[in-house]
């Protein structure tokens, strides 16, 4: 019998709360296992940490919050190996404008027990439990305040409590960051603290391009990964996980679930949460009552697609709302070709000088470019090429977004998008479209 209220209860999980079937991102995690391995051999040989900095980028819903989800629980149940780490979530990116936020993050981590001291005075009452760090729980006059919250104070009680510890210091969002984080951001990648931490960020892809601006002026090659879609065997499996956890009757399914819903999510981790929740909620139908055979397909699909095709909406901005047309055309000549960074800027030049579809009155070549990255239109990858050279492309890292672009701003994929470039704008007759 089929676990209904726990397929009910998988269907209401909203997208960005947990990845409750989480798959792949296995060279990611080694990255980071063998992150923390080189660290300590520095702690050991009482060598700084410098430049460790990692940075893991990618569109909205590639999956950054649930790897940085998944090292925090793997470091929970101690997955690390000999080296467990320790995991500190920073609440936001603001966190990085200053010092004692970090310092009380991580001494808040390291827990109260091992970080707080109770004083013993001769006035039993102003006997209290004091940070070891920071301010609070002191009786001016009779307890001294404790250090302030600084890396060099931290540094002293760090090791003595957790000698051989790295510390992998998270936080998401890392686009966001202003200038004022340039200070900390460079602290924590110069090793200047003392303290055996590896700063670990995740943000959208023009992360990269911020964090240069603010504070990382020479992050190491092979420290910056670019999330994109799980490999289709991995999405299959998070797939047959869910019928299995869910003990669904999968006798006389009439076709491959697992294959069917890689397949329509492109393997991108968001979607294919969705199409799983889309196939939990049909399953859940008193006449289907956990049965695959009973299955709706077209209910699945219908639902599935009206979840991505919301998703995309979201994600496409006004501004690229009312530029569909440029935004169609640059995305035709990405899919068509694997072009460089460079070469996808000179085409929305030409574009632009060519056609009369504009770039908006505010922005440059370089900022409309930022902006198609930091929506997840376009994303940078590693290629190798026949001589085995390594070439960055710009791709659409999921090939529905990149149709659904296309569709919307009038491009018929199957033109020469050369020839596209200098024919009449397309009459856009949908006026609700993106
Ligand atoms: N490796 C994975 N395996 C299975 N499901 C995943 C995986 N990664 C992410 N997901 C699912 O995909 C959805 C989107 O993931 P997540 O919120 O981590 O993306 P994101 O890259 O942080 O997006 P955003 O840029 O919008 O913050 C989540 O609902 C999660 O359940
Ligand atoms: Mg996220």
Known sequence: MADIAGLRAFSEIQERDEAPFFTGRDAYITHIQKACANALTKITYRQSIT???RLFYGAPGAGKTSLLNEIAKRSA?????????????LASEKSLNNEDDIVLQIAETLGKD????????????????IPAIGSGGVTKGHVQDPPAATFFNL????????PKCPILLCIDEIQNIGPKASEMMSLLHQGEHGLPIIPIYAGLGNSLNVMMDHGISRPVDGYIHSVGALAKDEARTAVTEMLTRFEVDQNGAMIDW??????????WPQHLHNAMRALALELIRPEV??????????????????????????????MLSDHRELTAQVMHHVVTSDL???EVKTIIEDVHEKTPHKLPANMTVDSFFDHLAHRGLLQEFDQQDADGKIRDVIRCPIPSLATYIMERGGVDPSYDPVVLASKPPTK???ENAF
């Open 51 to 53: 430049s460790a900095t």
């Open 77 to 89: 149940r101690r997955d690390f190996g000999d080296i467990n780490p320790l995991v500190v979530r």
């Open 114 to 129: 091992r970080v707080f001291r109770t004083t013993v005075h001769s006035d039993t009452s102003v006997n209290a439990a």
């Open 155 to 162: 540094k002293h009680i760090y090791k003595d409590i957790v």
């Open 258 to 267: 697992p294959d069917t819903l890689a397949e329509r999510s492109d393997s």
């Open 289 to 318: 009552n956990g049965n695959l055979k009973q299955v709706d397909t077209a209910a699945v699909f219908n639902q599935e697609e009206r979840m991505r095709m919301r998703a995309y909406r979201w994600r496409v901005s006004e």
């Open 340 to 342: 460089t960074r460079p």
């Open 428 to 430: 856009n007759n949908d």
